[in-house]
């Protein structure tokens, strides 16, 4: 349903892969609900086209970026804001990618190549990506930067391997950054820690089909779909919450409050 909540609005998405993800579902809803935006996904990821499809539907346009790379930001935000017309009001940061996960390195034994790659790419990039609008002046007063995690940033969950320390350091960079953006130009800053969701990245983990049913049956509203997501999403870049900065926001069906439930104690008991 359009309540046309951000008519008027203009941004940047990163990160839509396919129709799983996160980014994808929210570049639909961020259409349905007035806001104009710019696509972008690192250019490997734009050669298996899907992104092209999702371009079509909500009338954006594609700029490919690698978000480990300064120049490729900075080219993506000074064309977003020459095709959408002005300074930006949101920009959604939905990346993640451990190479020791891919290839099935444990924890105990990273390859700190791969670790410094997947760090690069999963939480650096999120300064990088702030860096650049915020030395380009690029965001509109009281507009929203939200990135994406997980509370393997908080609690032990082994098999997420160095995307736990990833993320951990992806929402100190959030509240480091939002200070700065929000004193010099009223602009919010803010993680959200999603449940675990079937995308490409969310299903590269060990386990996780059994990880997304335990979290199910431990969440007393149940997990948050990629939809579900969206829309908490279009709440933080809307200017209904304005004065809401420096958080990492869980949206998990109340997963992270919760010792045990019902559900999950029947499993143990005789
Ligand atoms: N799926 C889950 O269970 C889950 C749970 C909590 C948080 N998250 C987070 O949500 C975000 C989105 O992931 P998703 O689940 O939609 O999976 P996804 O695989 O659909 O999206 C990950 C995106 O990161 C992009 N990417 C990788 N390297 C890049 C680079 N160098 N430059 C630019 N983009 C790059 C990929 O191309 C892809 O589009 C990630 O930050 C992820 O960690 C996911």
Redesign the pocket.
Known sequence: MSYNLLKGKRGII?????E????WKTAEKVHEQGGEFVLT??PV?MRMGAIKELAEKTGAEIIP????KVEDLENLVEKAQEILGGKLDFVLH????SVNVRKGKHYTDQNYDWTAKGWD?SAV?FHKTMRVLYEKDAMNEWGSIVA???MAAQRVFPDYNDMADNKAYLESIARSFGYFFGTDKKVRVNTIS????P????QGVKGFDGFIKYADEMSPLGNASADDCADYTLTLFSDLTKKVTLQNLFHDGGFSNMGVSAKVMERFIE
């Open positions: 990163f990160g839509a892969l396919d799983n993800s996160i980014a996904n690192a990821a970026a690698d978000a480990t939905s990346i993640g990618m790419v990039s994406l995690t997980y999603q449940s675990p969701t995308t490409t990245a969310g």
